[in-house]
């Protein structure tokens, strides 16, 4: 690898993460942007990190299940659709939830 592609690659680390660091200190939010930047990894820390603050936050188990999906582990998909509903009385995100499971069981 040459020099012009390592240093575009140490740019780009330090840049992503001086973008999710300049986020409010809201864990979803800093997953939300790490999803979007494709790191799935920093994604799931912040996931967690939010679940242990608030562990029946509907949204935790919402992105964490799409978070699954992007990367294709639909057993933990569905298994974090599942987690959603028992978390929440949101008729819409109950179908949601259903209609994701209802489509990943099929894989």
């Not at 330090?14 to 942007?33: E, G, R, W």
């Not at 188990?61 to 990367?71: S, V």
């Not at 298994?79 to 069981?105: G, M, P, R, V, Y």
Request: overall charge positive; some cysteine; glycine content about 2%.
């Amino acid at each position: 690898m040459n020099i012009k592609k390592i240093i575009s690659i140490i740019l780009f680390l330090i840049l992503t993460n001086n973008y999710i660091s300049a986020l409010p200190k809201n864990h979803l939010q800093k997953a939300v942007a790490a999803m979007e930047l494709g790191l799935f990894n920093e994604a799931l820390k912040q996931i967690e990190i939010a679940k242990i603050k608030n562990p029946t936050n509907e949204q935790v188990y919402r992105l964490k299940a799409l978070l699954h999906e992007a990367i294709g582990d639909y057993n933990k998909a569905i298994s974090e659709w599942k987690n959603c509903k028992q978390n929440t009385n949101n008729s819409n995100l109950i179908n949601e939830a259903d209609i994701h499971i209802k489509n990943l069981e099929e894989y």
